[in-house]
């Protein structure tokens, strides 16, 4: 039925498909409300993100750098845009820094467009070891052409080979040695791969994605005094802030900064999500003030989380190094390329508990995996201390050693997590959960 323009009743048909969406996003909601958010790669954004990220900068464009646009109306964004800049400097200690990309990806595209030319060589974490398939040929290294060696692995401390990577690296006289992977328990021995990089003329790319937060936190490592000439990371990761990217580098030449900003706009970006650059200066904001309790509370729960696992009898890698020194945790629940790793994730999503399955050294099959790659940021971030930790770990033994009824472990799993439903870390004027709808 005709109304005003643009004001008729809809059809039934299409508001099903709207209310469709609404149904699901609302039940997506809950399962994290009653349940455990444990993917590594995940987290929640604050009451005042979540009120940027929806405001009318969503719909708004500024191609450029502030006070250097090619719309008008760019004014108080560039307030934003800029102040978030020096605070991007601040917090990643580092002299030069772009907010603009809309992910950590879309940073690594814009890294390697700033580093090297379609043919040039680079050195990177194979993903079978762990590196993001960014760093592959099916994915941005492929995407610049770049011709791919990947460095011996060691198993047992979980890091590259570091002789073998600095080996590698004199040997094939790459344009970017990449180091960083989404599999990240303990810190990269970056000074020597730094060494041997620069020695060939090589830069040191460092990708921070998944442990961003926990550098800026002071209890990880510190890529950029280490060697490492530019870091990229993902802004919703230990980062806790909404989904985007950062691009920092350890520089101060202005004219590498050209570069580096040139790769992003227009090298990969045009409109670059306004509304998460913004929201992305807020959750800076509140870094600053608590970002450095939470990164050292993300560790200590991670490390709490995996000894209490050991001691409910799983096998918990890196055991010799006491367990993991980031916000992740890795386990193996049967034999290489099993697949024992997917039926446990299903399992435990049964329970009310999110994860991944994972390769986990000698698996080849990233469908059959042995392993689960856990991450207990998510959890820090809404009160969960050590005690709960070993609370969680209960739970999981319950489903897969015990082997209780996944439907009636989900029930004792949302009871605990009743108790978790209001984000901290952040500045929480009005109480609000992590799950709205
Ligand atoms: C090491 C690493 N780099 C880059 C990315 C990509 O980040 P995003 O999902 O923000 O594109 C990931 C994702 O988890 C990652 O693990």
Known sequence: MQGERGTWSPSKSTLEKAQTVIDATASSSE???????????????????????GSDLHGRYAEGLPGKRYYQGCGDFD???????????????????????????????????ALAQPGDKITAVSTADGGHISHARMGAVGLRDLDLSTYPWDEDRMEPDIEGACALIRDVEPKVALVGQSVFLFPTPLREIADAAHEVGAKVMYDGAHVLGLIAGGCFQDPLREGADIMTGSSHKTFPGPQGGFLLSSSEETSFHRRLNTAIFPGVVSSYHLHHVAGKVVALAEFEEYGSAYAHDTVRNAQAFASSLAAQG?????????????????????????????????LLEEAGIITNM?????????????????????????????????????LYARVLIKHEDPQRVKKDVAELKSHHHVIRYCFNDEQTTGYPF
């Open 31 to 53: 399962l994290y409300r009653n349940g455990f958010g444990m993917i590594a790669s995940e987290n929640i954004i604050s009451p005042m993100v979540r009120k940027i990220v």
């Open 79 to 113: 307030t934003i845009e800029s102040l978030g800049i020096e605070m991007a400097k601040k917090v990643f200690n580092a002299p030069f820094a772009n907010i603009q990309s809309t992910s950590g990806t879309v940073s690594n595209i814009g890294a390697l467009k």
């Open 314 to 346: 799983f096998d918990v890698l890196a055991e010799s190094r006491g367990y993991t020194a980031s916000h992740q945790v890795l386990t193996r629940h049967g034999d290489t390329d099993s697949g024992a790793g997917a039926k446990a994730a299903q």
């Open 358 to 394: 994972n390769m986990l050294p000698g698996d080849t099959k990233a469908l059959t995996p042995s392993g689960l790659r856990l991450g207990v940021q998510e959890l820090t971030r809404v009160g969960m201390g050590p005690s709960e930790m070993e609370a969680v770990a209960e």
